[in-house]
Structures are given as structure tokens and as C-alpha cells.
């Protein structure tokens, strides 16, 4: 752990720590008394310093704000998000922990290697991302889901961003970027019919700044490995 906060970088405590901020002043500024919102987004944004870092860490905590998160999906009716994040994102989040644990870079636990996906495999996971939207989209207007077409972009998008991170991919935050971009619409949606839900949409914008440090970080990382990896 000594070793780890070390390794956080100044950067990256000034965004963890302006998220955070941002996160619980919105929180009782708005008089909000739904502390599970606050403890997933806390949980989601912590999640998200060590995911950036590469660091298998931010997987598990994925899992715990997957649970968190699905629940207040429920509340408001999108079933999409409880749905994705319950039956797909923790379990992908799972695969990716142990994906990260057996990929090590050079041994290190705390970073694990950057992978590059091959041709055929994007062209797959491509298809295999259109098979699960269309499915889901019957699913979820049968579920009677509120803001059908964004929860099925929502569903789309999480997918791709869990694949990639589980196969450990670069380009997942890029992906994650958009389903940001969506879920910060979509609870904006929420919290113009009730303002309980203002503290989702801050902590998405939140999500937002991480994960597009994340993706640059990633790239960053991969430079670094590649660069060692030919000089070795």
C-alpha cells in the first residue's frame, strides 16, 4: 500500500480529490438523504484512480460499485442499467481482476501488461456488440424501461468498454468516455423529474474527467512497456 500511494501520481490525486469534493458538496448541498448514491459514487470514482493506473485493485472495486449501481438503476425504472451493470459489468469486472492478475507487467501486480487486440478479434467483438444490443433492446421494451433508446445505447456501450478492459485494451476508457457521455444524459433525464438523482449526474461528469486521464494514462503505459520490452 506504501509502495502503491508512492506511485499516485500528483495529477492524479488533484483528480481524485476534485471528484470527490465535487461529488459530496452536490450531495448535501442538494439536501440529498439517499447515502447509497453517495457511497457508489465515492466507491466508483475511487474505482476508477486505480483502473486508470492499471491496477487490479480498481476491478474489485468495480464489482462493489456494480452492485451499488444496479441497485439505484432499479429504483428509477432503468432496467438496462441494472440489468447491464448486475448480469454483465461485475461479471466482466471479475474476468478482468483475474485477467490483470495473471498478466502482470514484468512481475509488477500494481500494472498489469497492455494488451493489443488482433483484426479478428475486433471484427468479433464488434458483432458480438451489435447481437447484444439488438437483444437487449427487445429485453428491455418488454421490461417497459425507462428512456428505451439511451438504455440501450447505455447497454452497448458498457459493453464494449467492459470487454475491452477485461482484455486489457487501451481504448477501453475511450469506450467508457461514451457510456459516460450517455449515463450523464440519462440521469439528467432522472433528475429534471426528481433532483435525488442530481449526485449521479456529477458523479458521471467525475467518471468522465477519470477516464479520459485513464485512456491517456494506458497510452502512456503502453509506450513505456513497448519501449522496454524492444530495449530488452
Request: glycine residues 4%; positive net charge; proline residues 2%.
Amino acid at each position: 500500500m506504501k509502495k502503491f500511494l508512492k506511485s499516485i501520481t500528483l495529477i492524479e490525486w488533484l483528480i481524485w480529490s476534485l471528484s470527490v469534493i465535487a461529488i459530496i458538496v452536490f450531495f448535501f448541498v442538494f439536501k440529498n438523504t439517499q447515502y447509497l448514491y453517495l457511497a457508489a459514487s465515492l466507491i466508483g470514482a475511487t474505482a476508477l484512480i486505480f483502473v486508470s493506473k492499471g491496477n487490479p485493485i480498481g476491478q474489485v472495486l468495480t464489482v462493489v460499485f456494480s452492485v451499488f449501481y444496479g441497485i439505484i438503476s432499479y429504483s428509477f425504472h432503468y432496467y438496462g442499467e441494472m440489468i447491464t451493470y448486475l448480469g454483465m459489468s461485475a461479471p466482466i469486472a471479475l474476468w478482468a481482476l483475474i485477467s490483470w492478475l495473471r498478466n502482470p507487467y514484468k512481475g509488477n501486480k500494481s500494472e498489469v501488461k497492455v494488451n493489443s487486440l488482433t483484426r479478428k478479434e475486433w471484427c468479433l467483438f464488434i458483432l458480438a456488440a451489435l447481437i447484444i444490443t439488438v437483444a437487449f433492446y427487445f429485453v428491455l421494451q418488454a421490461l417497459n424501461t425507462a428512456n428505451l433508446i439511451i438504455s440501450t445505447v447505455s447497454v452497448l456501450t458498457s459493453f464494449m468498454a467492459a470487454y475491452l478492459t477485461a482484455r486489457r485494451s487501451r481504448f477501453y476508457a475511450l469506450y467508457y468516455g461514451l457510456n459516460d457521455v450517455v449515463l450523464i444524459t440519462m440521469w439528467s433525464m432522472a433528475s429534471y423529474e426528481e433532483l435525488t438523482y442530481l449526485p449521479m449526474v456529477i458523479c458521471f461528469i467525475a467518471f468522465l474527467v477519470m477516464d479520459t486521464y485513464g485512456f491517456i494514462n494506458w497510452s502512456l503505459m503502453n509506450k513505456k512497456q513497448k519501449a522496454e520490452e524492444k530495449d530488452a
